[in-house]
């Protein structure tokens, strides 16, 4: 590819949705639910996380400001419903139903996440998603979000990565309820959750009589996996393992035969690489340290290792497969240095633009995330947001970092500009 000049920077299709995303346990703060208590690895809870609950006037402006048209966020179902077949509260369906109608005002296209690594105690004390009785409790639940909800949302993602989910709550145990090596909890929690989508779908198709055709899908998590050294038997047959178990298994449950006629488009969030060397991933986030990422030549930010030609592998064998157009969920880099988050989105972005010129069906890319927030079982440490935010300061400031300034440009313009001089990865 040439180098990019103000002549030809590479153009993506008039109508194409910029975003940005958040989920609700992470920004908003003030929730009661599995995570209320949990301390992660940094020492911090999620209990005021970015105060968002109070503050989201301020950062649907501060959204309007960079020029995105979508906004992925979630719905925090331990707010809406207090138990089993209970009504919705009306309090906070009110709040959401503000939020909602100060992002039209601002022209921005909400993405609604039902399920984002969340549950209501009440859940929990059923075992959370092992028990098939959830099912049954979430549809019911849909079942009355989506009439109060439908005439402000046409887009909806049902589940956020059930792969992480699953994986983190029932094998690697890094979410509560902290289990390991459960590998039958871990394929229970995903089958329920597919029969879930797929009796969701229909819910929400059946509600909307208002002319409009809802777009219904999930956020499924592609890594890829891999050996570091070429010969090497075992990593290779453990990165087969790992693909088959997060990555085939888990989009097969969803969109296999006919529960593929659920989804009318596919949502993928995409971070990157793992690769094994005796058995261990060459991840920060899996334990290795930068010296060695460095000595081995890997590329990582402060979680996974940067692999920007696997993003247009994935997109283009998931669009052979399935046919559906698709939705770049989540993409984004942690890390505290402005210029390496730059050159980790440009590089991205231009994979992107290529492989939807080879004739691949992408409608939209959400930034993750508009806000650092509580990043899960790391605190936050995890530096991702367009805007940061100074968690030892109690009034919690925003500030437009650098890649959301790189990032607003292409927002406005849908041009992938000229990447500012600094240094490269």
Known sequence: MPPKTAENRLAFPKGFLWGTATSATQVEGHVINEWTDFVAQDGNHCRTACNHYHRYGEDIDWMASLGVKGYRM???????????????NQVELDRYLDILK??????????????????????????????????????????????????????WNTFNEPD???????????????????????RKVIRHMADAHVQCSGVIRRLYTNGVTPEIGIAKNWTVFGAYHKFAFWDHALAGLCHYLFNEFVV????????????????????????????????????????????????????????????????????????LPIYLTEHGAASSDSDFRIHDLNQHLEVLHQTMKSGVDVRGFFYWSLLDN?????????????????????????????????????????LLGMEPAGKKV
């Open 74 to 88: 979630g719905i925090e179902w331990s707010r809406l419903q207090s138990g089993p077949g209970a009504e919705l």
């Open 374 to 414: 509580f990043e899960w079982q790391f605190g936050y440490s995890k530096k991702f947001g367009l805007y940061s935010v100074d968690f030892a300061d109690e009034a919690l400031p925003r500030k437009l970092t650098a890649v959301g300034e790189f990032y607003r440009q292409i927002c406005r313009t849908s």
């Open 102 to 155: 100060r992002l039209k005002q601002a022209g921005i296209t909400p993405m609604l996440v039902l399920h984002h690594f969340s549950n209501p105690p009440w859940i929990s004390k059923l075992g959370g998603w092992t028990n098939p009785a959830v099912v049954a409790a979430f549809v019911d639940y849909v079942r009355k979000l989506v009439p109060v909800l439908k005439d402000h949302v046409y887009i």
């Open 164 to 186: 992480t989910y699953a994986s983190l709550c029932y094998l690697l145990g890094g979410f509560p309820p902290c289990r390991k090596w459960r590998i039958g909890s871990f």
């Open 252 to 323: 097969d449950a969803f969109m296999g035969g006919e529960r593929g006629r659920a989804s009318n488009y596919l949502g993928l969030n995409y971070y990157g690489r793992s690769r094994f060397l005796n058995f261990q991933p060459l991840l920060p986030a899996g334990g290795a340290s930068p010296a060695q990422l460095k000595r081995l030549g890997i590329v990582c930010d402060d979680m996974m290792e940067r692999y920007p030609a696997g993003l247009g592998v994935m997109l283009k064998q998931l669009y052979a497969r399935y046919q």
